[in-house]
């Protein structure tokens, strides 16, 4: 069984920083493509930024460029660096990552931008 588990939310003041971390574990041979989601309150589940295994990136418009998505394949690891912060940044982040034919998410780990 592969379980997914984030780390490194928190409350941070706008304009401040927070890096998430995903640590994947379990049976793992492969991790295909990964990606951030997050959900705020009253709203669907969107897309942040995804990355392929070979480093691919794409980000949604209102994340580009101030997050960063990167991925370590040997610790099976997915991060998100987020920068400049703005209060509808806040909400619970998912991580998601595909294994052979199978989507995994986390548990997710709530970001809350205020002063």
């Known amino acids: 069984q592969v379980q997914l588990v984030e780390s490194g939310g928190g409350l941070v003041q706008p304009g401040g920083s927070l890096r998430l971390s995903c640590a994947a574990s379990?049976?793992?041979?492969?991790?295909?493509?990964m990606g951030w989601y997050r959900q705020a309150p009253g709203k669907q589940r969107e897309l942040v930024a995804t990355?392929?295994?070979?480093?691919?990136?794409n980000y949604a418009d209102s994340v580009k460029g101030r997050f960063t998505i990167s991925r370590d394949n040997v610790k099976n690891t997915l991060y998100l660096q987020m920068n400049s912060l703005k209060p509808d940044d806040t909400a619970v982040y998912y991580c998601?990552?595909?294994?052979?034919?199978?989507?995994?998410w986390g548990q997710g780990t709530q970001v809350t931008v205020s002063s």
């Open positions: 998601n990552a595909w294994i052979v034919s199978t989507q995994y």
């Open positions: 379990g049976t793992i041979f492969s991790i295909n493509d």
């Open positions: 990355i392929t295994r070979l480093g691919r990136t």
